[in-house]
């Protein structure tokens, strides 16, 4: 963090004895289970993942003029992400210098200053504090301005218009943060031309442990029992949703992708065709469009993708997580933040993705399957949020809580391939590769003290065998 009068830095603060807390070991695809319910874990999480990692903030599209302001979390720390009077988007933590009072209670809208209810002390958009009552009467004017202002973020930027923050200095450029399977997450959203952040996020809470949140999803395996009512009322194509054509790609630092593929000989199909001819099959009806199209999966991704997101990438159609906790879904149309609160509590929070290029119809289309889709009144989340809550809840029990969850779903079974470009990725069936990515790299990040050690211990990405 910035010094702005701060007395610690970002990784003071865990005392010794937090240091003794064990980090398990992941290799053998068994997951102990305090780490989902040790309240030194989530202290540990908050400090060595939240506050060193970066973390998504917004689009560009929700903040398009100065004054224009939202807030959201890093860790449990608020944050207001700001666009100044200059234009350049700050993010700067929601907490009055004064006594510390949250400065900013709205979830967005547009201001020329930000005042706190409490005192008054009033900061400019750049965070800068401009004006305190009583400066003269009651403080002497022995006070200095210069010092009490908004601490900001120390480091902001974006990939696509999506942006991020870190409280950590030494965290690495965002681009090379993201790696190539971070950012072929991010331009699995922006296929379909420039997009916006439709006004409104959903946010519920679940009474579950962030992680839980974050591995589901990767897990194909249960969509065919969590979600079989969504199947038998038409919803889901349980096909489509549980093929047994996956793809796993591993990005260092944690990053994933996992789920359905589309395989080379398809994709050499879809090659051939312009952006016209995949247009005019994606406006067919279905059955006519099912005799014709190289995939069943709709719409087909324009000729420029596979620049995009490379020849490996443009064939993944499963989740992308960035690490830790931005889960990137339904067709890049929806985003998702586990926000920790607690060691057994998550936030979920979905942001709606649309092409700006699509009519207020297919928007409005598009907003319905959505909603039905994941947020609290999406048919798919009702399953989820249940299990998750469960799995987090037993992990208290001082018996059940000796036995580990069992992630060993494909272990040593598969072969991570490296294509010309340089991509990697394994061709498999339904399998826990990512989930064991996941929590491998997790306990990298809880293990190294700061951002060097991270990189000098972090796994490469694998190659061979897995
Ligand atoms: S806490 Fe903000 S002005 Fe006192
Ligand atoms: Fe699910």
């Not at 993010?91 to 210098?97: H, K």
């Not at 952040?197 to 999803?217: E, P, R, Y």
């Amino acid at each position: 963090m910035l010094d702005h009068g701060n007395r610690t830095g970002p990784n003071d603060g865990a005392s010794a004895h937090e240091d003794e807390v064990p980090i398990p070991d992941f290799s053998d695809g068994l997951v102990d289970r305090s780490i989902y319910s040790d309240p030194r874990i989530y202290r540990r999480e908050l400090q060595r993942i939240f506050a060193r990692a970066w973390n998504f903030m917004c689009h560009e599209s929700q903040i398009p003029n100065p004054g224009d302001y939202f807030t959201t979390y890093i860790g449990e720390d608020q944050v207001i992400v700001v666009r100044g009077e200059d234009g350049l988007v700050r993010v700067l933590l929601n907490t009055c210098r004064h006594r510390g009072n949250a400065l900013c209670r709205a979830e967005l809208g547009h201001t020329k200053t930000f005042v706190c209810s409490y005192h008054g002390w009033t900061y400019g958009l750049d965070g800068a504090l401009i004006g305190i009552p009583g400066k003269k009467d009651f403080y002497r004017d022995d006070v200095d301005l210069g010092k009490w202002g908004l601490v900001p973020a120390a480091q902001v930027d974006h990939y696509g218009g999506f942006y991020f923050a870190t409280l950590d200095p030494g965290a690495p450029s965002l681009f090379d943060y993201l790696g190539d399977v971070g950012r072929v997450g991010i331009e699995s959203m922006l296929t379909q031309g420039e997009v916006v952040v439709l006004d409104g996020v959903q946010k519920n809470v679940i009474d579950c442990n962030w992680k839980i949140a974050v591995d589901n999803l990767f897990d194909w395996y249960h969509v065919k029992v969590s979600h079989s009512s969504a199947s038998r009322v038409g919803f889901l194509n349980q096909r489509m949703m549980m093929p047994m054509s996956q793809m796993v790609m591993l990005g260092e630092l944690g990053h994933a992708i996992g789920g359905p593929m589309i395989s080379q000989e398809q994709q050499a199909k879809i090659d051939l065709l312009s952006d016209e001819e995949r247009r005019t099959l994606d406006g067919l009806p279905d059955a006519e469009r099912a005799a014709r199209a190289p995939v069943e999966r709709r719409p087909l991704r324009p000729v420029a993708a596979k620049a995009a997101m490379g020849p490996v990438g443009v064939r993944s159609t499963g989740h992308p997580n960035i690490f830790p906790n931005l889960w990137i879904s339904t067709r890049g149309m929806q985003l998702s933040l586990r926000l920790p609160r607690g060691i057994g509590q998550t936030e979920v929070w979905w942001f709606t993705v649309m092409p700006k290029s699509f009519t207020a119809e297919q928007r409005r289309v598009a907003r319905k399957f959505i909603t039905h889709s994941f947020g609290p009144a999406g048919l798919l989340e009702q399953d989820d949020g249940e299990n998750w809550s469960q799995s987090t809840l037993s992990s208290r029990g001082v018996a059940s809580r000796r036995y580990p969850h069992n992630m060993r779903m494909a272990l040593g079974q598969d072969e991570v391939l490296v294509d010309p470009s340089g991509q990697k990725r394994v061709e498999t069936r339904v399998n826990e590769h990512a989930q064991r990515w996941t929590y491998k790299c997790w306990g990298e990040w809880m293990r190294a003290r700061d951002w060097q050690e991270l990189l000098a211990t972090r796994s490469v990405s694998p190659v061979g065998r897995i």
